[in-house]
């Protein structure tokens, strides 16, 4: 009877340690971090979508006191608001975050942030965690904007008739870096990044031939910030 009594004890407390608790909607909102929104109505004749993966897909909000919630999630990176659905029947729902939730979409995991990129007021952005170490920290801040299709790439018409042309959905996403307290957003060019003094001129070249540096690949930037922090004891 005892060691039944120690078996029972033994599993509520694994339960409790776990912090996976079965929260409502309702009880997330009035947490105080979540807010909750209609969804956002968009002109259907602008192509493509604001979201950063049109799909919902498994995710989860973590708050700070460790509760989870386990939902359908996606991101309006328009917006900077993630879209909620309890399941594949329910009624998707905008949530603001505050900078204590953590958001995780399958493996990866994002956060609202503040940060300054050389303007008079700081950024409030949702950010992709990429790499973050001591002196580094690596992120991907995804941004969609609306733009006119550019002249010289649309067709002539065969006819007389002349279709106007259809706004779209442009990627606007960025990587940046923040170190010693200060946002680098990163460029393109080698060249640009070379302005930003970042890194140290000749290592960055050193490093650039030697690793076939790619500025617009996560992986090739985490190799870069890694290679980087380890220079400073």
């Known amino acids: 009877m005892k060691k039944i009594i120690f078996l029972i004890f033994l599993s509520f407390n694994s339960l409790g340690l776990s912090q996976n608790y079965d929260i409502s909607l309702d009880q997330i909102t009035r947490s105080g971090n979540v807010l909750i929104k209609d969804l956002m109505k968009y002109d259907s004749k602008t192509k493509g979508n604001p979201y950063l993966d049109e799909d919902f897909k498994n995710g989860k909000l973590i708050f700070k006191n460790g509760k989870k919630y386990d939902a359908l999630l996606r991101l309006n990176v328009s917006e900077q608001k993630f879209e909620i659905k309890k399941n594949i029947q329910s009624k998707a729902s905008a949530i603001d975050i505050d900078e204590s939730v953590t958001v995780k979409i399958n493996d990866a995991t994002y956060k609202l942030h503040s940060f300054n990129l050389g303007t008079k007021s700081n950024l409030i952005g949702i950010l992709k965690e990429c790499l973050v170490l ?8 995804p941004q969609k904007k609306i733009e006119m299709p550019k002249e ?7 006819t007389g008739y002349s279709k106007a042309p259809q706004p779209e959905w442009k990627d606007n996403s960025s990587f940046i870096i923040f170190h010693n307290g200060k946002t680098y957003q990163l460029p393109k060019s080698h060249k640009k990044m070379m302005e930003l003094r970042l890194f140290d001129e000749k290592l960055y ?23 980087f922090n380890s220079l400073h004891p």
């Open 205 to 227: 070249k050193k490093y650039r031939k030697a690793n076939k540096l790619n500025l617009k690949n996560e992986e090739s930037l985490k190799g870069l910030v890694s290679y």
């Open 152 to 158: 010289s790439g649309i067709a002539s018409p065969s």
């Open 134 to 141: 001591d002196k580094y920290a690596l992120y991907f801040f």
